[in-house]
């Protein structure tokens, strides 16, 4: 009979190398992260993987599911630690080695399997690992699904089965790379910096750039799990001005950054400019929606409000629905209203058919990025870029809030928030013209200003963003209100970043 996991296991112990340590804390609302040996060891990892089988099982699915790994000294482990625990479940296990995340998503189409598990802790720092899992391809586990994996983990009720098979796949990465450079050239003469941060993207991304005709410049794509300059992230404005300086000393036409396991992209522009994903986004909507009529398109409620606004969206006839924040999510939207593309500000893009096969790829977005050049020859991407209506951003704020305590804490800024514009009161000095609680709370003033607070789905923290059509001084006056508010909140501690 399965061992039911306990939260309280302590390391170099006879109970941690023989009992199932897992946090209750690692299930997010869409995938799953912990600290290694602190909130998860290999023998929780099991657990994980028999209740994953048996929730696989459950839901009717054939349990033949697709298994990769980032990059990290111990991801190998977790994921033959999670083997065990599939296997153990009677699913047929196809082991693709090291992968990006989209290597793993697109091998569910390669090898006709239905479910995955990549094991990946994403652009979180090292010591921490988790992993992204599906059963309808190309969706990944949303907050049903991993509620019920929880129940099934942590009451220790996952069910042994006869039947487990394991296979190794050896040629996944050849298989992917193949895929994405059978098809026509860059004709236009583009010099690209990929930044890859020592992570994963690294054994990819300089290959499938070089594949579709653009000159390469690479930086930090060694492998190196240490992560020895930044941490792999493109929302990290440290990794970002490293890519800056990159562009700049070689004269590139644009610079790509990639996180650790390869689904989103970062760009920075030719005069050494770092565009955030949701404004890359509209540049992309611009391009597609000129050769798709009337295209759908979902972002998330962190993203700027050009794509309402922009002018040329409009004269599209471009569409966009405004969703919650999450890879799952808008991956699950973008679906469901069959939208040429759905972007997140942290730079998850789902391209669907015929661009892409609807998952979140970096590596897609990066060759979205050079197609829109080649198809505007006499622009640079800074020119791309200024051509956007002006607006001033934030990047994406973390303040430290508990996983136990966050939610009440954004609940209180919603009511907030709500409450201000409920009984008419002003903000920033204006009316407030609309308060959007879809995930956590958006608020925008009259003059188009927004500020947003949500929980985040993957770390004990909170997410902020501001933005103003405006003015820089009233995105700066709109994040001294939100941070004010924070601030006041004794479960709220430092940033990570701040304007």
């Not at 919603?414 to 920033?428: I, N, P, R, T, Y």
Request: glycine fraction near 10%; hydrophobic fraction near 40%; charged fraction near 25%.
């Amino acid at each position: 009979m399965p061992l039911k996991p306990r939260a309280d296991l302590k390391p170099n112990t006879l109970e941690f190398e023989n009992l199932p340590l897992v946090s209750p804390n690692g299930f997010r609302e869409y995938d799953a992260r912990w600290l290694f040996e602190k909130e998860i060891n290999l023998v929780g990892v099991q657990a994980l993987g028999l209740g994953l089988g048996t929730l696989i099982q459950e839901m009717g699915v054939a349990p033949r599911i697709t298994v990769g790994h980032d990059f990290r000294s111990y991801s190998a482990s977790i994921k033959q630690a999670l083997i065990i625990g599939l296997m153990n479940a009677g699913c047929e296990v196809h082991d693709i080695g090291l992968a990006l995340s989209p290597v793993a998503y697109f091998s569910q189409f390669a090898l006709d399997v239905p479910c995955v598990a990549m094991v990946t802790a994403s652009h979180n720092e090292n010591g921490w690992t988790g992993v992204k899992m599906g059963a309808q391809r190309p969706l990944t586990f949303g907050p049903d699904e991993m509620t019920r994996l929880k129940e099934i983990v942590l009451s220790g009720g996952g069910k042994e089965r006869d039947g487990g098979r394991y296979i190794r796949v050896e040629d996944m990465r050849e298989r992917y790379i193949a895929d994405l450079t059978d098809r026509p050239k860059i004709k236009r003469k583009l010099r690209v910096v990929a930044a890859c941060g020592n992570g994963t993207a690294g054994a990819f991304a300089p290959k499938v750039l070089e594949g579709i005709g653009v000159e390469v410049i690479p930086l930090d794509c060694e492998l190196d799990y240490t992560f020895p300059r930044y941490n792999p992230n493109p929302e990290d404005m440290e990794m970002l001005h490293a890519l800056r300086d990159k562009v700049l000393e070689t004269g590139a036409d644009v610079g790509l950054g990639f996180d650790g396991d390869g689904d989103r992209c970062g760009v920075v522009d030719d005069t050494g400019e770092e565009i955030f994903a949701d404004k890359v986004g509209v540049m992309l909507a611009r391009d597609l929606s000129s050769r798709h009529a009337n295209a759908q398109f979902v972002v998330d409620v962190k993203s700027t409000g050009l794509f309402l606004t922009d002018p040329v969206l409009i004269a599209n006839g471009a569409k966009t629905d405004y969703w919650k924040t999450g890879h799952s999510y808008i991956k699950r939207r973008a679906h469901e209203l069959n939208a040429l593309v759905g972007f997140e500000k942290s730079g998850h893009y789902f391209f669907n058919p015929p661009i892409g096969r609807g998952y979140d790829d970096g590596l897609v977005s990066a060759i979205a990025i050079c197609d829109m050049l080649d198809r505007n020859p006499a622009k640079k991407m800074s020119e791309l870029r200024e051509d956007l209506p002006k607006t001033w951003g934030s990047p994406t704020m973390s303040p430290y809030c508990p996983d136990e305590k966050k939610y009440e804490v954004v609940e209180r800024m919603v009511k907030l928030f709500s409450g201000m514009a409920d009984k008419g009161e002003k903000l920033l000095g204006q009316k407030i013209r609309d308060v959007v609680t879809v995930n956590g709370v958006r608020v925008t003033t009259e003059d188009g200003t927004w500020g947003l607070v949500r929980a985040s789905s993957n770390k004990p923290g909170l997410v902020v963003v501001v933005e103003s059509p405006a003015s820089e001084a009233n995105m700066r006056a709109m994040f001294a209100e939100i941070d004010g508010h924070l601030s006041a909140q004794p479960e709220v501690g430092e940033y990570d970043q701040k304007i």
